[in-house]
C-alpha cells in the first residue's frame, strides 16, 4: 500500500501565501522525483514544480520566482506558495516519479483557492 497525501490548502487572499505538503508512506522504491501538478476547473492538469532524488528543482514558468519546492525529510516534500494570484486557484497534487520514469503514485489532492 503506497499512499500520498497533500494537505495544506485553503482560501487566501491574493498577495498571499501557503506551504503544502505532501507525505508519503508505504514502500515506494527507486524514488526519481517529486513533483506538484495542479488542475483548474475545466482545464487540464498542468505541471508547477518538480525536486528531483539530488536536490535540484525547475517549475513552470508560471510559478517560477514566487513558489518553492523542498524535501523537507525522506517522507516529506512541500511547495511553499508566496505572491498567490486567482489563476494559482486549482487542486494541487503531489506525484511521485519512479525509475520507470513516469508518476506512478499520486495523492487525491488540497483546494487552493486564491481570491481577489
Known amino acids: 500500500q503506497v499512499q500520498l497525501v497533500e494537505s495544506g490548502g485553503g482560501l487566501v487572499q491574493a498577495g498571499g501565501s501557503r506551504r503544502l505538503s505532501c507525505v508519503a508512506s508505504?514502500?515506494?522504491?527507486?524514488?526519481?522525483?517529486v513533483g506538484w501538478y495542479r488542475q483548474a476547473p475545466g482545464k487540464q492538469r498542468e505541471y508547477v514544480a518538480i525536486?528531483?532524488?539530488?536536490?535540484?528543482t525547475n517549475y513552470a514558468d508560471s510559478v517560477k520566482g514566487r513558489f518553492t519546492i523542498s524535501r523537507d525529510n525522506a517522507s516529506k516534500v512541500s511547495l511553499q506558495m508566496n505572491s498567490l494570484q486567482p489563476e494559482d486557484t486549482a487542486v494541487y497534487y503531489c506525484?511521485?516519479?519512479?525509475?520507470?520514469?513516469?508518476?506512478?503514485?499520486w495523492g487525491q489532492g488540497t483546494q487552493v483557492t486564491v481570491s481577489t
Open positions: 506525484a511521485v516519479q519512479t525509475s520507470t520514469n513516469r508518476f506512478d503514485y
Open positions: 525536486i528531483r532524488k539530488g536536490g535540484s
Open positions: 508505504g514502500s515506494i522504491f527507486s524514488i526519481n522525483a
